[in-house]
């Protein structure tokens, strides 16, 4: 089931402060709808159950994060055009501690470190500061998935940004 604005229910992983979790936008929904149709009477979906071509429009948002068995613990696997051009690099390879954006380091991890604990999707509103110092407002989706159905090896996340206009 795809989560709309008009669903009464408010969704697992939506923070409980957030008394109209409605308010997030329409792409940061939808795409948490696509990850719900990947279920399929499973707890998890896989990587593999995705095919870029039926989420075209959200692939600029995208962010692939590899949950690894060593002390870099989340490594960026793929980072989407958009949140590359957003942090002004392009953090493919390297671990969040190194290449996370947010407020602190520690903040990013403990946000996918959730994701991984509570095996369910942590949606998250931040504000951020760009590289060329514009403020912004961004609301994101992190959702878990699971090669095996059971250990979850990769976090999928979908952003979007609102800048401040010039």
């Known amino acids: 089931m795809a989560i709309s604005r008009a669903s009464a229910d408010?969704?697992?992983?939506?923070?409980?402060?957030?008394?109209?979790?409605g308010s997030f936008c329409d792409d940061v929904l939808a795409?948490?709808?696509?990850?719900?149709?990947?279920?399929?009477?499973?707890?998890?979906?896989?990587?593999?159950?995705?095919d870029p071509a039926e989420m075209k429009?959200?692939?600029?948002?995208?962010?692939?994060?590899?949950?690894?068995p060593d002390?870099?613990?989340?490594?960026?696997?793929?980072?989407?055009?958009?949140?590359?051009?957003?942090?002004?690099?392009?953090?493919?390879?390297?671990?969040?501690?190194?290449?996370?954006?947010?407020?602190?380091a520690e903040q990013s991890l403990a946000a996918y470190q959730a994701v991984v604990d509570k095996r369910a999707p942590c949606f998250?509103?931040?504000?951020?500061?760009?590289?060329?110092g514009r403020v912004g407002n961004e609301e994101s989706v992190l959702l878990p998935l699971s090669s095996d159905g059971v250990t979850i090896d990769m976090i999928i996340a979908y952003s979007h940004h609102f800048l401040a206009r010039d």
């Open 10 to 21: 408010r969704p697992a992983g939506f923070p409980a402060a957030d008394a109209e979790w």
């Open 31 to 50: 795409f948490h709808g696509i990850w719900q149709g990947k279920l399929l009477g499973r707890a998890l979906p896989a990587r593999a159950d995705f």
């Open 57 to 68: 429009a959200h692939l600029p948002g995208i962010t692939l994060i590899d949950v690894v």
């Open 71 to 104: 002390a870099r613990r989340f490594v960026y696997r793929l980072v989407g055009t958009r949140e590359v051009a957003m942090r002004d690099n392009d953090p493919t390879g390297k671990g969040v501690a190194e290449g996370f954006f947010g407020t602190t």
């Open 124 to 132: 998250e509103r931040r504000r951020f500061v760009t590289a060329d």
